[in-house]
Protein backbone atom coordinates (compact mmCIF):
# COMPACT_ATOMS: atom_id res chain seq x y z
CA UNK A 1 0.00 0.00 0.00
CA UNK A 2 2.68 2.17 0.88
CA UNK A 3 3.94 2.29 -2.83
CA UNK A 4 0.73 2.88 -4.55
CA UNK A 5 0.43 5.87 -2.39
CA UNK A 6 3.64 7.28 -3.65
CA UNK A 7 3.16 6.10 -6.60
CA UNK A 8 -0.37 8.48 -6.87
CA UNK A 9 1.36 11.17 -5.02
CA UNK A 10 4.34 11.42 -7.74
CA UNK A 11 1.91 11.13 -10.78
CA UNK A 12 -0.20 13.87 -9.51
CA UNK A 13 3.00 15.90 -8.99
CA UNK A 14 3.55 14.93 -13.09
CA UNK A 15 0.38 16.13 -14.08
CA UNK A 16 0.15 19.38 -11.93
CA UNK A 17 3.33 20.39 -13.77
CA UNK A 18 1.47 20.01 -17.10
CA UNK A 19 4.00 17.89 -18.87
CA UNK A 20 3.01 14.87 -21.08
CA UNK A 21 5.19 11.79 -20.39
CA UNK A 22 4.79 8.05 -22.31
CA UNK A 23 4.64 5.01 -20.19
CA UNK A 24 8.10 4.04 -20.34
CA UNK A 25 8.95 7.87 -18.47
CA UNK A 26 6.71 8.34 -15.97
CA UNK A 27 7.87 5.00 -14.95
CA UNK A 28 11.40 5.49 -14.59
CA UNK A 29 11.13 8.80 -12.99
CA UNK A 30 8.44 6.84 -10.22
CA UNK A 31 10.91 4.28 -9.82
CA UNK A 32 13.65 6.68 -9.59
CA UNK A 33 12.31 8.54 -7.11
CA UNK A 34 10.55 5.67 -5.20
CA UNK A 35 14.03 3.86 -4.59
CA UNK A 36 15.45 6.86 -3.59
CA UNK A 37 12.79 7.55 -1.03
CA UNK A 38 13.74 3.66 0.53
CA UNK A 39 17.25 4.53 0.45
CA UNK A 40 16.71 7.02 2.60
CA UNK A 41 14.40 5.01 5.07
CA UNK A 42 15.45 2.25 6.69
CA UNK A 43 14.63 -1.15 5.35
CA UNK A 44 14.52 -3.30 8.12
CA UNK A 45 10.85 -3.35 8.37
CA UNK A 46 10.33 -3.73 4.39
CA UNK A 47 10.28 -6.84 2.56
CA UNK A 48 8.64 -7.93 -0.68
CA UNK A 49 7.07 -11.12 -2.10
CA UNK A 50 8.70 -12.97 -4.96
CA UNK A 51 6.88 -15.92 -7.53
CA UNK A 52 7.95 -18.19 -9.71
CA UNK A 53 5.39 -20.15 -11.58
CA UNK A 54 6.85 -22.68 -13.42
CA UNK A 55 5.10 -25.41 -14.62
CA UNK A 56 5.80 -28.13 -12.63
CA UNK A 57 5.81 -25.89 -9.41
CA UNK A 58 4.83 -22.62 -8.02
CA UNK A 59 7.98 -21.25 -5.88
CA UNK A 60 7.03 -18.48 -3.36
CA UNK A 61 9.35 -16.59 -0.61
CA UNK A 62 9.20 -13.17 1.14
CA UNK A 63 12.47 -11.70 0.50
CA UNK A 64 14.85 -8.87 2.51
CA UNK A 65 16.58 -5.94 0.63
CA UNK A 66 19.68 -7.95 1.14
CA UNK A 67 18.28 -11.02 -1.33
CA UNK A 68 17.55 -13.37 1.86
CA UNK A 69 15.27 -15.47 1.66
CA UNK A 70 12.67 -14.94 5.17
CA UNK A 71 9.89 -17.53 4.46
CA UNK A 72 9.22 -20.08 1.54
CA UNK A 73 6.30 -22.10 -0.12
CA UNK A 74 6.67 -25.07 -2.98
CA UNK A 75 3.49 -26.34 -4.33
CA UNK A 76 2.44 -27.90 -7.41
CA UNK A 77 1.08 -25.69 -10.32
CA UNK A 78 -1.85 -28.03 -11.31
CA UNK A 79 -1.66 -25.78 -14.69
CA UNK A 80 -4.78 -28.32 -16.07
CA UNK A 81 -7.00 -26.96 -13.83
CA UNK A 82 -7.07 -23.49 -15.67
CA UNK A 83 -5.54 -20.06 -14.96
CA UNK A 84 -8.34 -19.16 -12.55
CA UNK A 85 -7.28 -21.90 -9.76
CA UNK A 86 -3.74 -21.65 -10.50
CA UNK A 87 -3.96 -17.64 -9.88
CA UNK A 88 -6.45 -18.25 -6.65
CA UNK A 89 -3.23 -20.32 -5.54
CA UNK A 90 -0.70 -18.18 -5.55
CA UNK A 91 -3.40 -15.58 -4.10
CA UNK A 92 -3.34 -17.84 -1.25
CA UNK A 93 0.36 -18.47 -1.15
CA UNK A 94 0.69 -13.79 -0.89
CA UNK A 95 -1.82 -13.72 1.89
CA UNK A 96 0.13 -16.93 3.86
CA UNK A 97 3.56 -14.86 3.40
CA UNK A 98 2.25 -11.71 4.49
CA UNK A 99 1.07 -13.16 7.60
CA UNK A 100 4.25 -14.39 8.34
CA UNK A 101 6.03 -11.49 9.09
CA UNK A 102 5.42 -8.52 10.29
CA UNK A 103 7.40 -6.82 7.91
CA UNK A 104 5.78 -4.55 5.61
CA UNK A 105 5.35 -5.70 2.34
CA UNK A 106 6.53 -3.76 -1.19
CA UNK A 107 4.32 -5.27 -3.67
CA UNK A 108 4.85 -8.52 -5.57
CA UNK A 109 6.63 -9.39 -8.59
CA UNK A 110 5.47 -12.36 -10.32
CA UNK A 111 7.96 -14.75 -12.74
CA UNK A 112 6.30 -16.19 -15.54
CA UNK A 113 7.65 -18.80 -18.38
CA UNK A 114 6.79 -16.78 -21.30
CA UNK A 115 6.20 -13.06 -22.98
CA UNK A 116 5.24 -10.37 -20.07
CA UNK A 117 3.76 -6.97 -20.46
CA UNK A 118 4.68 -5.31 -16.89
CA UNK A 119 3.09 -1.74 -18.28
CA UNK A 120 0.07 -3.64 -19.43
CA UNK A 121 0.38 -6.33 -16.11
CA UNK A 122 -0.32 -9.20 -18.88
CA UNK A 123 0.94 -12.63 -19.33
CA UNK A 124 1.08 -12.00 -23.25
CA UNK A 125 1.96 -16.22 -23.93
CA UNK A 126 3.41 -18.30 -21.69
CA UNK A 127 3.22 -21.49 -22.85
CA UNK A 128 4.00 -24.26 -20.18
CA UNK A 129 1.54 -22.35 -18.25
CA UNK A 130 -1.26 -22.62 -21.47
CA UNK A 131 -1.80 -18.62 -20.90
CA UNK A 132 -2.33 -16.23 -23.45
CA UNK A 133 -3.01 -12.54 -22.78
CA UNK A 134 -4.20 -12.93 -19.32
CA UNK A 135 -4.66 -9.86 -17.11
CA UNK A 136 -2.66 -11.26 -14.17
CA UNK A 137 -1.74 -7.68 -12.36
CA UNK A 138 -5.41 -6.82 -12.17
CA UNK A 139 -6.91 -10.26 -10.89
CA UNK A 140 -3.70 -10.93 -8.41
CA UNK A 141 -4.22 -7.15 -7.21
CA UNK A 142 -8.00 -7.47 -6.51
CA UNK A 143 -7.20 -11.25 -4.82
CA UNK A 144 -4.77 -9.49 -2.58
CA UNK A 145 -4.79 -5.78 -2.51
CA UNK A 146 -1.17 -5.70 -3.00
CA UNK A 147 0.61 -3.57 -5.89
CA UNK A 148 1.73 -6.65 -8.53
CA UNK A 149 4.31 -6.30 -11.21
CA UNK A 150 5.52 -9.29 -13.53
CA UNK A 151 8.73 -10.34 -14.99
CA UNK A 152 9.60 -13.40 -17.67
CA UNK A 153 11.00 -15.95 -15.08
CA UNK A 154 14.42 -15.95 -16.83
CA UNK A 155 15.22 -12.50 -16.61
CA UNK A 156 14.24 -12.49 -12.91
CA UNK A 157 16.88 -15.35 -12.22
CA UNK A 158 19.24 -13.30 -13.95
CA UNK A 159 18.48 -9.83 -11.96
CA UNK A 160 18.78 -12.29 -9.19
CA UNK A 161 22.09 -13.53 -10.21
CA UNK A 162 23.27 -10.09 -10.53
CA UNK A 163 22.78 -8.13 -7.76
CA UNK A 164 22.99 -11.07 -5.02
CA UNK A 165 24.74 -13.05 -6.98
CA UNK A 166 28.26 -12.47 -9.01
CA UNK A 167 27.10 -11.09 -12.08
CA UNK A 168 27.98 -7.74 -11.22
CA UNK A 169 31.51 -8.91 -12.41
CA UNK A 170 30.66 -9.46 -15.66
CA UNK A 171 30.14 -6.64 -18.80
CA UNK A 172 28.17 -9.27 -20.44
CA UNK A 173 26.38 -11.41 -17.83
CA UNK A 174 24.25 -14.65 -19.50
CA UNK A 175 21.91 -16.30 -17.40
CA UNK A 176 20.61 -20.28 -18.38
CA UNK A 177 17.58 -21.69 -16.02
CA UNK A 178 16.59 -25.12 -16.72
CA UNK A 179 13.14 -26.16 -15.73
CA UNK A 180 10.10 -27.67 -17.10
CA UNK A 181 11.29 -26.00 -20.06
CA UNK A 182 14.57 -23.33 -20.59
CA UNK A 183 14.65 -19.63 -19.37
CA UNK A 184 17.35 -17.19 -21.00
CA UNK A 185 18.17 -13.64 -20.20
CA UNK A 186 21.73 -11.14 -20.73
CA UNK A 187 22.82 -8.38 -18.78
CA UNK A 188 25.08 -6.00 -21.11
CA UNK A 189 27.26 -3.13 -19.15
CA UNK A 190 25.00 -3.26 -16.20
CA UNK A 191 21.50 -3.31 -18.29
CA UNK A 192 18.87 -5.90 -18.88
CA UNK A 193 18.28 -6.71 -22.00
CA UNK A 194 14.79 -7.16 -23.62
CA UNK A 195 15.09 -6.04 -26.77
CA UNK A 196 12.37 -3.64 -28.59
CA UNK A 197 9.75 -6.48 -28.69
CA UNK A 198 10.20 -7.26 -25.21
CA UNK A 199 11.41 -10.87 -26.47
CA UNK A 200 14.55 -10.84 -25.06
CA UNK A 201 17.05 -13.90 -25.64
CA UNK A 202 14.43 -17.12 -26.01
CA UNK A 203 17.46 -19.45 -26.34
CA UNK A 204 15.24 -22.37 -25.33
CA UNK A 205 13.55 -22.04 -28.95
CA UNK A 206 16.82 -22.15 -31.05
CA UNK A 207 16.53 -25.50 -32.81
CA UNK A 208 19.02 -27.51 -32.55
CA UNK A 209 17.82 -30.78 -34.26
CA UNK A 210 15.31 -29.67 -36.85
CA UNK A 211 13.55 -33.33 -37.32
CA UNK A 212 13.39 -33.11 -33.55
CA UNK A 213 10.07 -33.32 -31.28
CA UNK A 214 7.48 -31.19 -31.30
CA UNK A 215 7.78 -28.05 -28.58
CA UNK A 216 4.87 -26.35 -27.14
CA UNK A 217 6.21 -23.15 -29.08
CA UNK A 218 5.00 -25.10 -32.36
CA UNK A 219 8.13 -25.75 -34.13
CA UNK A 220 10.41 -28.71 -33.47
CA UNK A 221 13.50 -29.53 -32.28
CA UNK A 222 14.02 -26.42 -29.76
CA UNK A 223 16.72 -26.55 -27.27
CA UNK A 224 13.93 -27.05 -24.47
CA UNK A 225 12.78 -29.82 -25.89
CA UNK A 226 16.04 -31.90 -24.72
CA UNK A 227 17.66 -30.38 -22.18
CA UNK A 228 14.54 -29.04 -19.76
CA UNK A 229 13.29 -31.07 -17.49
CA UNK A 230 10.64 -31.62 -19.76
CA UNK A 231 12.74 -32.92 -22.40
CA UNK A 232 14.16 -35.41 -20.17
CA UNK A 233 10.90 -36.98 -18.97
CA UNK A 234 9.87 -36.96 -22.62
CA UNK A 235 12.86 -39.20 -23.26
CA UNK A 236 13.03 -41.44 -20.58
CA UNK A 237 9.19 -42.37 -21.54
CA UNK A 238 10.38 -43.21 -25.20
CA UNK A 239 13.22 -44.57 -24.50
CA UNK A 240 13.02 -46.68 -21.12
CA UNK A 241 9.05 -46.95 -21.07
CA UNK A 242 8.78 -45.46 -17.81
CA UNK A 243 7.05 -42.18 -15.79
CA UNK A 244 10.17 -41.08 -14.53
CA UNK A 245 10.96 -37.30 -13.13
CA UNK A 246 14.31 -36.25 -14.21
CA UNK A 247 15.25 -36.07 -11.15
CA UNK A 248 14.89 -39.82 -10.71
CA UNK A 249 16.45 -40.41 -14.71
CA UNK A 250 19.80 -38.74 -12.79
CA UNK A 251 19.52 -40.84 -10.19
CA UNK A 252 18.71 -44.15 -12.08
CA UNK A 253 21.87 -43.21 -14.68
CA UNK A 254 24.33 -42.75 -10.92
CA UNK A 255 23.17 -46.46 -10.12
CA UNK A 256 24.64 -47.39 -13.65
CA UNK A 257 21.07 -48.11 -15.51
CA UNK A 258 22.42 -47.97 -19.00
CA UNK A 259 19.72 -46.54 -20.68
CA UNK A 260 19.11 -43.41 -17.84
CA UNK A 261 22.79 -43.06 -18.85
CA UNK A 262 21.98 -42.63 -22.50
CA UNK A 263 19.72 -39.83 -21.45
CA UNK A 264 22.01 -38.08 -19.39
CA UNK A 265 25.12 -38.24 -21.75
CA UNK A 266 22.56 -36.81 -24.65
CA UNK A 267 21.28 -34.17 -22.30
CA UNK A 268 25.24 -32.81 -21.42
CA UNK A 269 25.73 -33.20 -25.45
CA UNK A 270 23.01 -31.22 -26.37
CA UNK A 271 23.24 -28.68 -23.19
CA UNK A 272 27.17 -28.04 -24.51
CA UNK A 273 25.75 -27.37 -28.51
CA UNK A 274 23.08 -24.69 -27.34
CA UNK A 275 26.27 -23.24 -24.64
CA UNK A 276 28.34 -22.86 -27.41
CA UNK A 277 25.47 -21.45 -29.62
CA UNK A 278 25.15 -18.65 -27.16
CA UNK A 279 28.87 -18.13 -26.82
CA UNK A 280 28.99 -17.39 -30.18
CA UNK A 281 26.46 -15.17 -30.93
CA UNK A 282 27.18 -13.20 -27.34
CA UNK A 283 30.47 -13.58 -26.29
CA UNK A 284 29.20 -13.05 -22.35
CA UNK A 285 32.37 -13.25 -19.53
CA UNK A 286 30.07 -15.69 -17.75
CA UNK A 287 27.43 -18.24 -17.93
CA UNK A 288 25.19 -18.96 -14.63
CA UNK A 289 22.87 -21.98 -14.82
CA UNK A 290 20.16 -22.71 -12.41
CA UNK A 291 16.44 -24.37 -12.49
CA UNK A 292 15.78 -27.58 -10.77
CA UNK A 293 17.42 -29.66 -13.60
CA UNK A 294 21.09 -27.71 -13.19
CA UNK A 295 20.86 -29.38 -9.42
CA UNK A 296 22.53 -32.50 -11.08
CA UNK A 297 25.95 -32.56 -10.35
CA UNK A 298 26.47 -34.47 -13.76
CA UNK A 299 25.97 -31.36 -16.18
CA UNK A 300 28.61 -29.92 -14.81
CA UNK A 301 31.49 -32.13 -15.91
CA UNK A 302 34.51 -32.53 -17.70
CA UNK A 303 32.84 -33.57 -20.48
CA UNK A 304 30.45 -30.43 -21.16
CA UNK A 305 33.40 -28.07 -20.49
CA UNK A 306 35.18 -29.70 -23.51
CA UNK A 307 31.94 -30.20 -25.89
CA UNK A 308 31.92 -26.35 -25.24
CA UNK A 309 35.36 -25.90 -25.62
CA UNK A 310 35.28 -27.96 -29.19
CA UNK A 311 32.11 -26.13 -31.05
CA UNK A 312 33.38 -22.40 -29.70
CA UNK A 313 34.92 -19.87 -32.07
CA UNK A 314 38.62 -20.01 -31.91
CA UNK A 315 38.80 -16.89 -30.19
CA UNK A 316 36.77 -17.22 -27.61
CA UNK A 317 38.27 -21.25 -25.88
CA UNK A 318 39.08 -20.37 -22.57
CA UNK A 319 37.71 -17.20 -22.14
CA UNK A 320 33.91 -18.39 -20.92
CA UNK A 321 33.31 -19.00 -17.33
CA UNK A 322 30.36 -21.56 -17.44
CA UNK A 323 29.07 -22.03 -13.60
CA UNK A 324 25.97 -23.24 -11.75
CA UNK A 325 23.89 -20.77 -10.25
CA UNK A 326 24.88 -19.10 -7.10
CA UNK A 327 21.18 -18.63 -5.50
CA UNK A 328 20.46 -21.98 -6.13
CA UNK A 329 16.70 -23.52 -6.55
CA UNK A 330 15.22 -20.30 -5.60
CA UNK A 331 16.93 -17.72 -7.74
CA UNK A 332 13.56 -17.08 -9.69
CA UNK A 333 11.84 -15.79 -6.47
CA UNK A 334 14.88 -13.69 -5.15
CA UNK A 335 15.21 -11.94 -8.63
CA UNK A 336 12.00 -11.64 -9.35
CA UNK A 337 11.84 -9.72 -5.74
CA UNK A 338 14.58 -7.42 -7.15
CA UNK A 339 12.01 -4.91 -8.97
CA UNK A 340 10.75 -3.66 -5.72
CA UNK A 341 14.08 -2.69 -4.19
CA UNK A 342 16.58 -2.14 -7.05
CA UNK A 343 16.41 0.56 -9.89
CA UNK A 344 16.45 -1.98 -13.38
CA UNK A 345 17.91 -0.16 -16.39
CA UNK A 346 16.18 -2.34 -19.68
CA UNK A 347 17.03 -1.88 -23.34
Not at 27 to 54: C, L, P, T
Not at 180 to 201: C, M, R
Request: hydrophobic residues 45%.
Amino acid sequence: MLYIYITIILQIRLLKRGKLYNMVVVNKIIHSQIFSFFSEESMENYAAIGIDAGGTNIKAGLVDAQGNLLSVQVVPTRKEQGSEQVLALIGEMIASLCASSARKVLGVSVALPGGVDDQAGKCLYCPNLGWKELPVREILTALTGLSVRLVNDANAACLGEYFYGKGRQARAFLSITLGTGIGSALVLQNQLYTGPFGAGVEAGHMVVEPAGALCNCGRRGCWETIVSASGIVRRAKEKMHKELSAKEVFQLAREGDPQAQAIVEETIFYLAIGLANLINLFSPEEIRIGGGVAQAEELFSKELYARVEENVYPTLKGKVKIEQSSLGYYSGIIGASTLWFHDINII
